[in-house]
T-cell receptor, first 116, second 114 residues
Framework: DADVTQTPRNRITKTGKRIMLECSQTKGHDRMYWYRQDPGLGLRLIYYSFDVKDINKGEISDGYSVSRQAQAKFSLSLESAIPNQTALYFC???????????????FGDGTRLSIL | AQSVTQLDSHVSVSEGTPVLLRCNYSSSYSPSLFWYVQHPNKGLQLLLKYTSAATLVKGINGFEAEFKKSETSFHLTKPSAHMSDAAEYFCVVSPETGGNQFYFGTGTSLTVIP
């Protein structure tokens, strides 16, 4: 089983629809992140969460919202999808509980979202 | 301010020849640095990391990278390319402030020619 699981893997939807992408992890990590990937732009941070009650905006949070329902679950919502939100979305986790800084991130396999 | 520049968006090498993927960074603090690989339809997989220990870091699949503070570089190398190395590679910097923030380069696409 994957340590970081994203659902769905692929989604095609229409402009104006509400979409939720889900992420769950079995690693027990405290921090979770949502990124979007666009060709030639690398990964850009949408939101991140240090813990269940700690949510922070990233570089490109407009048009998105998140919910950290439990330590293991972090969902991303597009309230009213628009075509320029078509992208590959990644969830990632990291662990700061070890006390050593800057532990690497662990990624899910991504959700490919197309908005028509 | 933190940033990462991957100097080549595409690199093409012949199978069996060396690979060099270049990365320069800027960071206000002593950074941690990472290289990730992304195969088609997959997430990012950690290749190696530098976290202020040895400046030459060995990773998986025969890759290694050298941290050069004077040049603010962290180039990824492999002595002999394999067909399975064809993928997208990302250099990532994380400033050592405890904030656990990560800054991504725009990626380098590696093609391996048989």
């Amino acid at each position: 089983d994957a340590d970081v699981t994203q659902t769905p893997r692929n989604r095609i939807t229409k402009t104006g629809k509400r979409i939720m992408l889900e992420c769950s992890q079995t690693k027990g990590h405290d921090r979770m992140y949502w990124y979007r990937q666009d060709p030639g732009l690398g990964l850009r941070l949408i939101y991140y969460s240090f813990d269940v009650k700690d949510i922070n905006k990233g570089e490109i949070s407009d048009g998105y919202s998140v919910s950290r329902q439990a330590q293991a679950k972090f969902s991303l919502s597009l309230e009213s999808a628009i075509p320029n939100q078509t992208a590959l979305y990644f969830c990632a986790t990291s662990d700061t509980r070890t006390g050593t800084s800057n532990q690497p991130q662990h990624f899910g396999d991504g959700t490919r979202l197309s908005i028509l | 301010a933190q940033s990462v520049t991957q100097l080549d968006s595409h690199v093409s090498v012949s199978e069996g020849t060396p690979v060099l993927l270049r990365c320069n960074y800027s960071s206000s603090y002593s950074p941690s640095l990472f290289w990730y690989v992304q195969h088609p339809n997959k997430g990012l997989q950690l290749l190696l990391k530098y976290t202020s220990a040895a400046t030459l870091v060995k990773g998986i699949n025969g890759f290694e990278a050298e941290f050069k503070k004077s040049e603010t570089s962290f180039h990824l190398t492999k002595p002999s390319a394999h067909m399975s190395d064809a993928a997208e590679y990302f250099c990532v910097v994380s400033p050592e402030t405890g904030g656990n923030q990560f800054y991504f380069g725009t990626g380098t696409s590696l093609t391996v020619i048989p």
